[in-house]
């Protein structure tokens, strides 16, 4: 019989540092949980830093917006102020506002009367939007003009000037055209025409526009 051989397992020294493990484990432990903290505190640091900008860049458009909106205010309160007696004198004179219709079929009436005048005629169209060849700013309002066509009888050219400078009174207008003939039937008569006028005037009003109406509630 053969004799076994004996194998003796060989012994691989343990590394120092691995020796000492034990000893220093705790303090590693420690370290790691100190490094995790301090980790989550400067994550934590800086994600309140971006939170305190943004809050902060909020707070400054805000403030920016209410300075805005405060000299915007006072911008239009000094506005007011300096424009407010012109604006008032033009809506009594009937310019700003709904037409007054009624007042200017009066003001011819009387505007005959007191001058007089031969017998005239006029015919007034239904308000539509008037455009000047000069653009105008309107702001908030929108003008319109009723477009009125006037044949007058006149003793001489005076009765015509006179008539249109009375009517100013009672309303804003512009004379699109205006022509002035002889009398087709002239006669020897004092009261006898010896001109006719054919003339077509534009009352103007400013009116709020639509979307403004539709703001405040008023019906158009």
């Known amino acids: 019989m053969m004799a076994r051989s004996s194998r003796i397992p060989l012994r691989v020294p343990i ?23 301090a980790t989550a505190a400067v994550f ?30 006072e911008t239009e309160k000094s506005e007011i102020r300096l ?28 505007i005959q009367e007191q001058r007089r005048l031969l017998p005239l005629s006029y015919e007034i169209e239904p308000q ?5 060849e000069i653009r105008m700013p309107t702001g908030d309002y ?16 005076l009765d015509l000037f006179n008539f249109l400078a009375d009517l100013r009174q009672a309303g804003s207008f512009t004379v699109q ?3 002035i003939k002889r009398a087709a039937s002239a006669s020897t008569a004092a009261l006898s025409p010896t001109l006719t006028a054919e003339c077509t005037l534009n009352w103007l009003t400013l009116v709020p ?12």
């Open 44 to 73: 934590a640091t800086f994600w309140h830093m971006d939170a305190a900008r943004t809050t902060e860049n909020l707070a400054i458009t805000a403030r920016d917006a209410a300075k805005s909106r405060m000299v915007h205010a």
């Open 15 to 37: 590394p120092f540092w691995l020796r000492e493990f034990a000893q220093v484990r705790a303090a590693l432990v420690t370290f790691a949980g100190t490094l995790g903290i």
């Open 128 to 132: 539509q939007p008037y455009r000047l």
């Open 209 to 220: 526009h639509p979307a403004v109406r539709a703001a405040s509630g008023r019906l158009p």
């Open 142 to 157: 929108q003008l319109r003009g009723s477009r009125m066509a006037l044949h007058m009888d006149l003793l001489h050219e």
């Open 177 to 179: 055209d205006c022509s």
């Open 83 to 110: 424009y407010q007696p012109q604006f008032l004198e033009l809506r009594r004179k009937g310019l700003i506002g709904e037409e007054r219709r009624l007042n200017w079929v009066e003001a011819i009436r009387q």
